[in-house]
């Protein structure tokens, strides 16, 4: 009997089962660390394997750690991130409310007419776009808005929209590098590393920009045929598609875009001129354009909350976010830490690589965020152990950042942006797909930056 492609696939996630477990007590696991990394792992293969399936994988993962006694229910409430969530469905609420009053739409045609109508100045200046958000508010809030953005360009111009959101999300993964503000990884860094916005400008945004400047050409030659297509849709429909564009409710919707965009850009000052806890302000800002659009939806509010939140999204984040907290909860870190210290010894270098290796490697196979919050307290334990650390702050940062665009799940803003178009039933981006397209980045973007803290060693040990 011939096996269908399926059943390879489930094949294939019950080998790499099989060979996680065998790799994690081959380092010195204990049961319930190898339960735990093994269900983890388990969740992320099935996740890469049947995207569609995910919440499916999600839900199965959480249940195998309460059945086999590696995660409870408080530590499942505390490793969900609550804050990120609440985060998410307010910046959708906000973001769906511009969508249904065309706000996006006129920014785009004040935006094209700045770049003349070319295909493509207006796809460079989309991407800078998109880095800058990222760089100067948040990646989850620069994704939402400039997919919104990208998609409503390709719509109009009956292009396929993925090359053109790849682009997106590459520069934003490769923008949110270049602050503390710019991504969950940076504050988690700064935060342990003692590091300050400034220090980010000097070493993270010059390394940023780079690879930014590197990803451009790059894109155009990756996706030539259909920016080539794009830009003669956009030279045909010139006046005609976006001169005419009215949005509705204009008032309200740059009201509201101008609140949320200067609380997240202020949110750390305020914060410390109203001594509020770190990053109040910055959920407070999502919150409070939410509830501005709310009142002005009035009795259409439950219907906006409903249908341009992507729920499938969120949950999928609870459940991924919970399930990784459960390899700290068990001790895997610590596991980790002392394997990684009979490979690295003292070379500065060496550490530099494995750690960005490393790191990459999680990134692109459990979301960057998570990635780094697993490999802080490994950083700290090599601090302790008399490695030095200084680089590795920076190629942790890096390492997530730029690698987290290696797969679908590689970032919260590839999740994000996968979810907006599986919403609007557009095309699907199959794994396949996204890492033919993502390897050549990630290689050129993270060699950049290898290049770039090696050159510059002396200065941070």
Known sequence: MKITETQKRYLGLIALMLVTAAAALSIGMDGKQTISATTMMTFIYGTLLFWRMRVAFAFAGISALFVF?????????????????????????VVGFLEKNQFFEVIVSKLLRFSGHSG???????????????????????????????????SKLKVNPIPFVL???????????????????????????????????????????????VLIPLAFRMFSKSV??????????????????????????????AVVLA???SHHSVEEALHLSKNTLLLGAALIGASIVLFVEGDNARNILESRVDWWTIVFFMMLFASVGSLKYVGVTDVVAKEMLKIIGTNPVTALAVVMLSIGALSAMLDNVLAVAIFVPIV????????????L???????????????PIGSTAN??????????????????????????????????????LYLQLSLLI
């Open 69 to 93: 006694g590696v995660l409870d229910v408080p530590h499942f409430v505390e490793f969900a991130s609550l804050d990120i969530i609440v985060f998410l469905i307010a910046m959708m609420v």
């Open 120 to 154: 493509t100045k207006s796809l460079i200046l989309f991407m800078g776009m998109a880095a800058l958000s990222a760089a100067l508010v948040d990646e989850v809030t620069s994704i939402l808005f400039m997919t919104s953005i990208m998609l409503h360009m390709t």
């Open 167 to 213: 682009m997106i999300v590459f520069a934003t993964n490769i923008g949110s590098s270049a602050t503390v503000v710019g991504n969950p990884v940076g504050v988690l860094i700064a935060l342990r590393a003692g590091l300050s916005f400034p220090d980010f400008l000097r070493w993270a945004a010059p390394i940023s920009l780079l690879s930014l400047l």
């Open 228 to 257: 080539k297509e794009y830009s003669k849709k956009l030279k045909a429909a010139k006046g005609e598609i976006f001169e005419q564009v009215r949005g509705h409710n204009m008032v309200v919707s740059s009201l509201v875009f």
């Open 263 to 265: 609380l997240l850009l």
């Open 380 to 391: 700290q334990s090599l601090g302790a152990a008399g490695v030095a650390t200084g680089h």
């Open 393 to 407: 702050w920076w190629g942790m940062l890096f390492g997530g950042t730029l690698f987290g665009n290696l797969t």
């Open 415 to 452: 999740i994000v942006a996968i979810g907006i178009l599986e919403r609007r039933g557009l095309p699907n981006i199959s794994l396949a797909e996204w890492m033919r397209y993502a390897l050549p980045v990630v290689v050129l973007t993270a060699a950049v930056a290898f290049i770039a």
